[in-house]
T-cell receptor
Framework: IAGITQAPTSQILAAGRRMTLRCTQDMRHNAMYWYRQDLGLGLRLIHYSNTAGTTGKGEVPDGYSVSRANTDDFPLTLASAVPSQTSVYFC?????????????FGPGTRLTVL | GENVEQHPSTLSVQEGDSAVIKCTYSDSASNYFPWYKQELGKRPQLIIDIRSNVGEKKDQRIAVTLNKTAKHFSLHITETQPEDSAVYFCAANRPTGYALNFGKGTSLLVTP
């Protein structure tokens, strides 16, 4: 693995189903983030983790949960998907604690909830 | 993002002209302001950033200016080329943690 990866690339999901989006980075970055991107709304922060073992809520956390059991992985779970969660989801990571560090984005997951 | 406003939402320029995108932010504690470029179907990538202890930063055809008093910052692209066509996002760091608040983006089209 080189950099930051996400899986799946795309997914079509029935409303009410549970779904976990995977994110893995091999850069040993402490901080990781989940954003959703919707046309005309830019990138909105869902959840973040400043270091392994800690997580925090972002701007639009409702309906989503995250965990950070180790440095490399930061999965995002939709417990019961709804159509308004149709979006492109980007995972990102940045180096050890500093607001000045560049955030590196994964390739994104396109999720459609029907 | 909830406290970063970006204008214009779309911008069309002719090749060789300059393009300017402006952003304002509301949290005076913000001290880091990156700009990301996102090509169609791709991930956002950092193109330039500025910290609050400087007023201007330049990298070849791209420059960013910051006015902390007025809480606004701008991206300037000179001698635009068709490959500059993309969506550009400004951002400001959140007061806690290391996450960013993003503007809603500017779709830049450079026509030959």
């Amino acid at each position: 693995i080189a950099g930051i990866t996400q899986a799946p690339t795309s997914q079509i999901l029935a409303a009410g189903r549970r779904m976990t989006l995977r994110c893995t980075q091999d850069m040993r970055h402490n901080a990781m983030y989940w954003y959703r991107q919707d046309l005309g709304l830019g990138l909105r922060l869902i959840h973040y983790s400043n270091t392994a073992g800690t997580t925090g809520k972002g701007e639009v956390p409702d309906g989503y949960s995250v965990s950070r059991a180790n440095t490399d992985d930061f999965p995002l779970t939709l417990a019961s998907a709804v159509p308004s969660q149709t979006s492109v989801y980007f995972c990102a990571s940045s180096r050890e604690g500093s607001s000045y560090n560049e955030q590196f984005f994964g390739p994104g997951t396109r999720l459609t909830v029907l | 993002g909830e406290n970063v406003e970006q204008h214009p939402s779309t911008l069309s320029v002719q090749e060789g002209d300059s393009a300017v995108i402006k952003c304002t932010y509301s949290d005076s504690a913000s001290n880091y302001f990156p700009w990301y470029k996102q090509e169609l179907g791709k991930r956002p990538q950092l193109i330039i950033d500025i910290r609050s202890n400087v007023g201007e930063k330049k990298d070849q055809r791209i420059a960013v200016t910051l006015n902390k008093t007025a809480k606004h910052f701008s991206l300037h692209i000179t001698e635009t080329q068709p490959e500059d066509s993309a969506v550009y996002f400004c951002a400001a760091n959140r007061p806690t943690g290391y996450a960013l608040n993003f503007g809603k983006g500017t779709s830049l089209l450079v026509t030959p």
